[in-house]
Structure formats: structure tokens, C-alpha cells
């Protein structure tokens, strides 16, 4: 059923430690020689870590992090490498903290629209909202490299405009490490950028890009695609096709401290990527980014994706009680634990597989205070939608293609397990 | 649901019918039929009309390709407003009087900025919200004004 043989799993699983018990460590970031590969093949693979977050931030859960190394546009010297980055396969596009780069002498270009003025950006994630500029970036990952990236600079430090009263009027706006429980947010989803074409020729202009004039004064304005925040995946010279998450099942119900995986990039694009052959359900999505769920035999159609960037199973069942006190509110609290339920995916379009699920929720006041990662944790709520967000990811690999690309047989925009 | 032409004279006929006083105007949710226009205004939208089981539908479509629908009951109230599109509409005016509860509420749950879907609670308004870049939804609603009958499921 899985698309790794046994023996591949472990090696590339690397450490698991649960419970206080450190497991044997096997392997390292998986870039072992098998001796079918080309001769010269691009490092494709980085660790992946589920740990409690960066030290300005701490108690971190369920959030899957890799290390970046990011330089100015242009520059061999001032670069560094960002810890704790948030892997994100909700969203496409790369997206860092303020504090984070001036702390580590990094100052990115913003990037100036055709009037002269910085373009900045408004996102909205859950409940709360992101602003800062757009700037330029060389981002390098395993042996993969974006040069000029447009990425955006989450303005924790108010050195650039000011939001626009539009702008944190959905919520609050989370632009510091501790907002995201990150240095940044790498958005690796099925898009090549984050807004595309509704963003482009707009008859008004989204709330989303916003040109802002000297003196801090921003109105929403139309951008191009190649200026729009982007994938650095698809600006890869090779294996710019999708991803794949690797993160292994954990060792306890109640948490784990610390869990370590692999992030590979391309899809059937080397010997370590391929798509396996069998056994694989290939979920395309709409123009939206989503492939469509059914919970727990209910006939209402739900937009839904597989979103490392969500910590929970976001999903609502009234039926399920919602913990009121302690570290989880919002999140589900099932009278009886663990609550057995599943869900039916769809795809849309030629990639049409069906697929049912089942999980399990888990009450989360049963988990370890100090652990970083948990199985059975859901939440969120609303009816409008369904998110297989971390717990998904635990056990299985996940694979998302990229619109527009071939992948094997197949092409994006995808998610696959 | 929307019936996809434009009827303006159906704001009129449900406001003879319904509203006996003029209802101060606020945006969004609370708001009157008055209060719809200012937001399809505010919201560079068109505005289209349709009637619902026993509410009224305003649909705001928008150059951007948002569109908000506000709920009104035979009090001429906007007792919900839903919303979808490639990016939130400005939920501040929305939701009108019940955002700085909805800011509250919010505020309260752990980690809200790391969950696509969301469910916010307060003793007078419903929050349901979702989606990601390029497609999110939501809907809010003040569940005491709801008319007998009509499913919270219904209100997209």
C-alpha cells in the first residue's frame, strides 16, 4: 500500500525520539548511494524535523520544520541559514520574519512595481493575517537553488509601510516568530505562485498585493506572475515538478518529543523520487488547490487538501466535543478517546481516484506536555471545508505535484499518498 | 439560492413588507438592506437580490471575483453573511458591531493562525471560516435571528 519498501522507510526515517527513549539512529538525510543513480545527481533530500520550535518560541506542536539558507539577490556573502522554517504544503511561496533575517545581517531588495513603489502583501492564514514587502531572495535547499525569488518579508519590526486598515481586519496579524511558531513559512503547495491569475488583470485589484508609496500610503494592486511570491520548488532547475514529505509514524499516542523525516524534492525525477507504481491515490485538484471530502459518510462535498501547515485534522463534527480549558481550545476533546471516524477523498478532473480514510481523535489533554508531535490531534471546526493537516502525514508519504507539470504519468496540480 | 438575474425591484418589495422603522445603518451583520448597499459600494461589487426560504439573499460579486451574500430576515436585518473568493473579504465590516467579539473570540482559541478551517463561538454570532490562498470561505451568523427553520448548512 505504501509507497516505500520497508527497508527504504527506515533508512530514510533517520531518528524518532519518543517518550524520552532515543531511538537508533539510521541513516541521515537519506542521500545514500544505491548505485542506479545517475552519476552526478542534485541533493534532492533535507532533513525534516517535528520538534517544539525555535527558541523564541517555544511549545511548538505538530510543526514540521527545515533549515534554509537564504542570501540577498545577487550576493555570495551575506547570507545565513534560517533554522525552524515551517514546511507548508497549504500554500506556495516563501515567507520570513523580519527580526529573523536583520538578526542574521541578511537585508533582502523589496521589490518595486512599475511606479517605483514597494509591493507588499496582505495573507490571510486561519485566523490571522500576514503584511510585509516582497523582496528578493536566493534561497538554497539540499543541492536546489532559487535565485531572485520574490518571497515575502513578514514585517514583525514595522520597518516598511504600515497595513492598511484592510490589512489584520480578518483577525490579527501573526507576522513574529511566535505567531507562526516559526523564522518563516515555506509554502510548497501545487501552485507556482501564490495568487496567480486573479491577481493579475483584476478589474479591481484583490486585497492581497498592494503598492505602497514612500511616505507608507499602500493601495491593492494587480502584479504579474513572475512577481508574485513563488514556489521555490518550480524555480528549481531540475526536480521542479513537486515534493515529497517523509515523516514516519510515531512511537507514542500520547507524543513524541521529537521526530525527523526527509523533504524531497521532484517527482520521478531521480531513483530516490519516483511515484510508486502501485498503490498510489492521486488526488487532483481544482483551480482552487482542492480535491473534495465527504466526513464520516455525510453527503455535504467539502473543498479539502493535504496542508502540513495545519497542526490538527481541521473538520466539524458537532457531534464531538470541543475542549473549553487548557492548551487545546478549539480543538477537539471526544468524550470517549480515541474517536474513530474517516473521511472519502475525491479528486477532481483526470485525476479522479476515490479514497477513504479513517483516523482516529485523540484527547489532547492525554498528551505529553513536552512533546512536539501527536497522531490523533483534531480541531478547528468550520463547516466549510476539511484539512488533513499534520496527523496525515504521520505513517505515510505525501507527494504534491505541482500545476503544469508532469510528474510519472501524471500531472499536477495534485496531492498524492 | 441565487436565481442569476438581476432583480432590483425585490429590495423594495421586501422592505415594504417588512420594515415598519428605519434601522440605523451598520454594515454587515445587524445591518439593514441600506447597509448591504454600502457594502457592495465599499466592496466595488454588483449587487444582485434573490429570495431565499424565508430570508432574502443580497449577493455581492466583486471585479475581483469575491463574492459576499448577506442574509436578511423579514425584520429587514442581515441576520448572516457568507463569503468566497481568493481572498477574505474585510471581515471588520462584515461582521459589522460583532467584530471586536468575533476579535475576542478568536483570541481565546489556541494557535487560531495554524488551522485552514475554523469554528468561532460567542453566545450571539457564529464565525465558520476556512480555505487557503486562492479559495477561502466562511460564513457568520447570529444564530438568535435565524428564521424558524432555516439550517445554519444552508447559509453558503
Keep these: ?417 | 439560492m441565487i436565481s442569476g438575474s438581476i432583480k432590483p425591484a425585490l429590495l423594495t418589495a421586501w422592505l415594504g413588507a417588512g420594515l415598519l422603522a428605519a434601522v440605523p445603518a451598520s454594515a454587515g451583520l445587524g445591518g439593514d438592506v441600506e447597509a448591504v448597499r454600502a457594502d457592495a459600494a465599499e466592496f466595488v461589487g454588483t449587487l444582485e437580490s434573490a429570495y431565499g426560504a424565508d430570508y432574502l439573499i443580497e449577493q455581492i460579486s466583486t471585479g475581483s471575483g469575491m463574492r459576499i451574500r448577506e442574509f436578511l430576515n423579514r425584520d429587514g436585518i442581515v441576520f448572516a453573511v457568507s463569503w468566497s473568493g481568493p481572498a477574505v473579504p474585510e471581515l471588520q465590516r462584515l461582521l459589522g458591531v460583532h467584530f471586536p467579539a468575533y476579535l475576542a473570540a478568536l483570541a481565546a482559541l489556541d494557535r487560531p493562525g495554524l488551522h485552514r478551517s475554523l469554528r468561532v463561538v460567542t453566545p450571539d454570532l457564529v464565525v465558520e471560516a476556512g480555505g487557503h490562498l486562492r479559495a477561502y470561505q466562511g460564513r457568520a451568523y447570529l444564530p438568535a435571528l435565524i428564521p424558524a427553520g432555516v439550517a445554519a448548512a444552508d447559509l453558503r
Design chain 1, 1 to 417: 500500500m505504501r509507497a516505500l519498501a520497508p527497508i527504504r522507510a527506515v533508512a530514510r526515517f533517520g531518528t524518532v525520539i519518543a517518550g524520552g527513549m532515543l531511538a537508533a539512529c539510521i541513516g541521515g538525510n537519506g542521500v545514500t548511494a544505491t548505485g542506479s543513480k545517475p552519476v552526478t545527481p542534485t541533493p534532492n533530500t533535507m532533513m525534516l524535523t517535528v520538534d517544539t520550535g525555535p527558541s523564541a518560541a517555544t511549545g511548538q506542536i505538530n510543526h514540521a520544520y527545515v533549515t534554509i539558507k537564504v542570501c540577498a539577490a545577487g550576493s555570495q556573502t551575506q547570507c545565513a541559514n534560517i533554522d525552524h522554517v515551517l514546511l507548508d504544503t497549504g500554500s506556495s511561496g516563501l515567507r520570513l520574519v523580519r527580526s529573523v533575517l536583520t538578526a542574521a545581517a541578511v537585508t533582502l531588495a523589496p521589490e518595486l512595481d512599475a511606479q517605483g513603489q514597494t509591493v507588499e502583501e496582505c495573507v490571510t492564514f486561519g485566523g490571522g493575517q500576514t503584511w510585509g514587502p516582497v523582496a528578493l531572495a536566493n534561497l538554497s535547499m539540499a543541492g536546489e537553488s532559487a535565485d531572485k525569488l520574490p518571497v515575502q518579508v513578514m514585517d514583525d519590526t514595522g520597518a516598511g509601510a504600515p497595513p492598511p486598515a484592510s490589512c489584520g481586519a480578518n483577525g490579527t496579524l501573526i507576522n513574529s516568530v511566535s505567531g507562526f511558531g516559526a523564522n518563516g513559512v515555506l509554502g510548497v503547495g501545487v501552485f507556482a505562485q501564490d495568487c496567480g491569475a486573479a491577481c493579475v488583470s483584476a478589474s479591481t485589484p484583490l486585497p492581497l498585493y498592494y503598492g505602497c508609496t514612500s511616505a507608507g500610503v499602500c493601495a491593492a494592486e494587480n502584479l504579474a506572475l513572475a512577481d508574485q511570491v513563488t514556489n521555490p520548488v518550480a524555480m528549481f532547475a531540475a526536480d521542479n515538478n513537486g515534493i515529497i514529505v517523509n515523516l514516519p509514524n510515531l512511537q507514542s499516542a500520547n507524543g513524541d518529543l521529537k521526530v525527523q523525516g526527509e523533504l524531497v524534492f521532484g517527482l520521478s525525477t531521480q531513483t530516490d523520487n519516483a511515484l510508486p507504481a502501485i498503490g498510489l491515490t492521486v488526488l487532483g485538484t481544482d483551480a482552487n488547490g482542492d480535491f473534495t471530502a465527504t466526513y464520516n459518510g455525510g453527503t455535504t462535498v467539502l473543498p479539502a487538501l493535504i496542508d502540513s501547515g495545519s497542526d490538527s485534522y481541521d473538520f466539524n463534527d458537532s457531534t464531538i466535543a470541543t475542549c473549553s480549558t487548557g492548551a487545546y481550545v478549539g480543538y477537539y476533546c471526544p468524550l470517549k478517546a480515541p474517536m474513530s471516524v474517516f473521511a472519502v477523498n475525491s479528486g477532481v478532473g483526470v485525476n479522479n481516484a476515490t479514497n477513504e480514510v479513517p483516523f482516529a481523535i485523540a484527547d489532547p489533554n492525554s498528551f505529553v506536555a513536552n512533546a512536539a508531535a501527536f497522531a490523533g490531534l483534531g480541531g478547528g471546526g468550520g463547516a466549510t471545508n476539511f484539512v488533513w493537516g499534520m496527523p496525515f502525514f504521520y505513517g505515510r508519504p505525501v507527494y504534491v505535484g505541482i500545476e503544469q507539470r508532469a510528474a510519472g504519468p501524471y500531472s499536477g496540480p495534485f496531492f498524492a499518498y
